[in-house]
């Protein structure tokens, strides 16, 4: 009962031939995929791909890069990846939470180059795999901290004082 219309693509889809069609959409794939690919290697903070095992896959080269610079190893950063960003325990939490509702998204530290990072991390399950990225947000974090210290100094300040103070806004 449904009609059934054929119209010309012009030629997109690689012709008539199933095979033509195939090799076109396989093709579209891999370019799509390269664009993506480029995309997520030029962000400035670390994503990254793995296994259904758990194991790293895949990793851009800003999270690369971070594991260059804290092994105190010079050159360039290499194509797959050499360590992990975050440790055990996280990783753990990560899973952990990851499998309760199908992705992980909290606020973990680690250690860079001898300091203390903050990241926001995201890290979703797929069939195939798992994709996470983290955004440093060590500067706002400290930012805040030395803000609320500010808050209490002021506060101790004004109760240190003996003589009555009014505050307008």
Do not use: C
């Not at 031939?17 to 993506?36: C, I, K, T, V, Y």
């Not at 309760?100 to 606020?107: I, K, L, S, T, V």
């Amino acid at each position: 009962p449904w009609p059934l219309r054929l119209a010309d693509d012009g030629g997109r889809r690689g012709g008539a031939d199933p095979q033509d069609r195939l090799r076109h959409d396989a093709e579209e794939l891999s370019h799509a995929n390269g664009l993506f690919a480029a995309l997520l290697d030029a962000l400035p903070f670390p994503v990254w791909r793995r296994e259904t095992n758990g194991a790293l896959q895949w990793a851009n080269k800003a999270y690369q890069a971070i594991l260059l610079k804290d092994s105190g190893r010079k050159g360039t950063v290499p194509a797959m990846p050499v360590g992990e960003l975050f440790g055990t325990q996280a990783r753990e939490l990560i899973e952990r939470k990851r499998q309760q509702g199908g992705f992980f998204e909290d606020r973990l530290a680690t250690v860079v180059e001898g300091d203390r990072k903050v990241f926001d991390v995201i890290d979703v399950a797929t069939p195939i795999g798992t994709v996470g990225m983290a955004r440093d947000v060590s500067e706002m974090d400290s930012l805040k901290e030395e803000y609320e210290r500010t808050l209490r100094s002021q506060a101790d300040t004004l109760n240190q004082l003996t003589t009555a103070v009014a505050i307008f806004d």
